[in-house]
């Protein structure tokens, strides 16, 4: 029994595969060398042909995303929370292990490398220069999470943590910061790639034009995280003196300013004092101020005394009325002129698509 092409047949199925893999290759050469060959003998309509489905291809640049950069899945994840405006420290520090709980559950544990909290403003001016992830009180922090090298894709952690996280603890913002360091370069630091700036001599009006710039851009697609960076409803405490009646006891606003800013600051500005120490010859500031606990509610505030030189002492609540307000968490300024920052990140659609829809809006 021999084979057509004068080779005998195998059994072996290897060498009949590849037997048949060499007898098509050859065919497909040989009708790629007569293609050749017709396409050279007819130059001027190959080069025509060719040079119009190269122009026809132009007609594809309207579909084709546009990025800076391909996305880098390096396993790291920077989540950036920002609790109610004005919590207290140990508020959102409590907050935040609830939140990292709820990330373990999402997240299984052999997949996880460490989990690591930053809450707060730091201590030194120095790490508040290098801070970029958008922390401006004791209210915000940042989650910072460390895949395994074996790990499903960290976008889809991301779109999980997106969905879950705001449903869980509603009242606080989440969202998620550059985190490898190419993604960090090609935000030149911003903590997102997409920052709308509202600049204006005019603060409420900067504002409401940023609540609306924000309800537009939220409904775009592909939009994620997007969030106003200057909120202006931290809480505070206003207390408005009546100046006649201080000025019968012969205080002014001046001491009734001193005497609530050593309470509930200390003396280290209003008044310093140091003691020498007569052993090795060291000072040391001393500084006096109120407990913390004794100053907790409106009522003790309003028992704070109010007393200076020559004049009768008094109380804050006898000489001034206490109200609750609302002021900027922080003020920002680009060229002197206030500021306000939309912040906001793509999720699955390329950035040059969503940054034409939003400088249309």
Known sequence: DMHAAGTPTSRNPLVRFQRGFEQRFERFRKSYGALLERALATPRPFI????????????LVPFLGENFFPSVDAGQMALHVRAPVGSRIEDTSAQFDRIEQRIRQIIP???????VDNIGLPVSAINTTYNNSGTVGPQDGDILIQLTKDHRPTDEYVR???EQLPHDFPGSTFSFLPADITSQILNFGAPAPI??????????????????????????????DARIQQSARYPQLDVDVDRSRIGQYGLTERDVTNSLGSSLAGTSQTAPVYFLDPASGVSYPVVAQTPEYQVGSISDLANVPVSAAGASSQIVGGIATIGRSYAPTVVSH????????????TNGRDLGAVAGDINRV
């Open 195 to 224: 920052d709308v700036a509202i600049s204006g001599k005019d603060d409420d009006g900067n504002a409401a034009f940023a609540r609306e710039v924000l309800r537009r851009i939220t409904a775009i697609p592909g939009v994620a």
């Open 48 to 59: 025509i042909g060719f040079l119009a489905c190269v122009a026809l291809s132009f007609l």
């Open 334 to 345: 680009y060229n002197i002129a206030p500021v306000v920052n939309v912040f906001a990140t």
């Open 160 to 162: 999980m943590l997106r």
């Open 109 to 115: 544990a052999d997949e996880l490398v460490s989990v």
